[in-house]
């Protein structure tokens, strides 16, 4: 499972990296094209989904938490996987876009599929948890604000496929809307925003999207906005581990 996540993370570094050396190489913000970019996500997705549904402690079961029960989706398992998967990573890299932020809010997530992976007795998804844990803490001494590193998309991507690896490998994707909470409202934000800008040909709900920007131009600091987004995540993440353990 452990080799199964590495490869998981690894395979997004690599369209992350992608995408940064074309936006590099070009001298412009462009790098890959969405749909570049949607289908090497699929196809890894797909892998990954598929991986899952035949390995014999996974399979097409998921966890439903707080309910302390069990749902077979079936081969349906599959293309709902890859929503997620898909989704989580592109979450993650959207949610990149403050000093510190990504880096923070994934420290927690990943001590809390840490611990869900030890009362799981799945010690290599666990160590392998902590050890992301572990690198987001060393890194975001040099990412938090003024940062003087920052991980682009290669790590962003890495980081989103890390997180939703483990989680299904768990068998709890579900839990990610409560961990992962912040990923996905920078994604919801995003598609909001740019969805009411073309029904009412330019008008804006916020002023700026993925969501922390828009509180970063409401004239909050972008410290006190990585100080909210951890401790939100960190009372998100203990109300996950009481409805999981």
């Known amino acids: 499972m452990t080799v199964a996540v590495l490869l998981m993370a690894l395979g997004n570094l690599c369209i992350g990296f992608a995408d940064d050396m074309t936006k590099i190489r070009r001298g412009k913000n462009g790098g890959l094209t ?24 996974v399979g097409s079961v998921i966890e439903i938490p ?50 869900m ?44 496929g890390a997180v939703v690896a483990i989680a299904m490998l768990l068998r709890q994707p579900l839990v990610l809307v409560l961990i992962a909470f912040w990923m996905l409202m920078s994604s919801l934000s995003d ?11 330019g008008k804006r709900i916020f002023k700026m999207a993925p969501i922390h920007h828009h509180f970063e131009l409401c004239g909050i600091h972008e410290t006190k906005i990585v100080m909210m987004y951890m401790i939100t995540t960190i009372i998100l993440c203990v109300i996950t581990l009481m409805g999981v353990l």
């Open 34 to 57: 969405p749909k570049q970019k949607m289908f090497f996500q699929a196809i890894l997705a797909l892998a990954f989904s598929l991986y899952c549904y035949f390995h014999p402690q």
């Open 66 to 115: 707080f309910l302390r029960t069990q749902l077979d989706l079936g081969i349906l398992y599959v293309p709902a996987m890859m929503f997620i998967i898909v989704g989580t990573t592109n979450s993650a890299n959207l949610l990149d876009g403050l000093d510190g932020l990504l880096t923070s809010v994934s420290m927690v997530d990943f001590a809390t599929l840490a611990v």
């Open 117 to 160: 992976a030890g009362a799981a007795a799945l010690p290599g998804l666990g160590v392998c948890s902590a050890a992301m844990c572990g690198a987001c803490m060393g890194f975001l001494t040099r990412n938090a604000y003024p940062a003087q590193m920052f991980m682009g998309d290669t790590g962003s991507m890495f980081i989103g």
């Open 191 to 201: 598609i909001i925003q740019i969805t009411y800008f073309k029904k009412t040909h």
